[in-house]
């Protein structure tokens, strides 16, 4: 079946860049998500890419997407403590969305 | 405020007990989810929901039952035939058109067994 897959943990020192990759098999995907875990809660939609795009800048999130080695990356500029949390990669289509395991992201001062 | 709310937060189950968690939607939204999360693991698909009165099964149905009487509403039970049900259980929802799948959750239940 489909598959995603990413690293399990990331841990970067406040005011560095951070840098999730994500991998997945599902070509037919037209759009690509992260979303944002804090503990005890639901899943936050961080961001998009539609599968035609290469690179999506919002603020201090950039997304690059190589469809053609179906890999993804969410690089966070400036990463505070607030951005500690297990980040989601999703690949899917119409109602169908398959997740990574998601990183946890641990930011040390 | 338009959202996505699931009670309660957190919910205990006896041995051989069905249990109902709820999740109700303001966004008017077609589409309904319910995914299952297990520590270290990501979210696998329980149920979903299309349109009103219709729904299908997910990759891992069994032992749970849904239904879809109201537009905004999309219960979810766990029946006394899932062996293993503690786990943090998450709603969503999404419009239900080709080119506009995003879904948006909600905050989640956690249940555990007594």
């Known amino acids: 079946g489909e598959d995603v897959e990413q690293s399990l943990f990331l841990s970067v020192r406040e005011g560095d860049s951070s840098v999730i990759n994500c991998t997945y098999t599902d070509s037919s995907s037209t759009y690509l998500y992260w979303y944002k875990q804090e503990p005890g809660a639901g899943l936050q939609l961080l961001t998009y890419?539609?599968?035609?795009?290469d690179m999506k800048q919002d603020q201090r999130l950039t997304v690059l997407l190589n469809k053609k080695d179906k890999h993804l990356s969410l690089r966070i500029a400036d990463t505070q403590t607030g951005d500690s949390a297990i980040y989601f990669c999703a690949s899917g289509g119409y109602n169908k969305l398959i997740f990574g395991a998601g990183t946890r992201l641990a930011v040390h001062p | 405020d338009g959202g996505i709310t699931q009670s309660p937060k957190y919910l205990f189950r006896k041995e051989g007990q069905n249990v109902t968690l709820s999740c109700e939607q303001n966004l008017n939204h077609d589409a309904m989810y319910w995914y299952r999360q297990d520590p270290g693991q990501g979210l696998r698909l329980i149920y979903y929901?299309?349109?009103?009165?219709?729904?299908q099964k997910g990759d891992i149905a069994e032992g749970y039952s849904v239904s879809r009487e109201k537009k905004e509403s999309f219960p979810l039970t766990v029946t006394s035939a899932q062996k293993n049900p503690t786990a943090f259980y998450l709603c969503?929802?999404?419009?239900?058109?080709?080119?506009?799948?995003?879904?948006?959750f909600g905050p989640g239940t956690r249940l555990l067994v007594l």
């Open positions: 890419i539609f599968s035609n795009m």
């Open positions: 969503a929802s999404s419009i239900a058109r080709p080119g506009e799948e995003t879904q948006y």
């Open positions: 929901s299309q349109i009103v009165n219709d729904f």
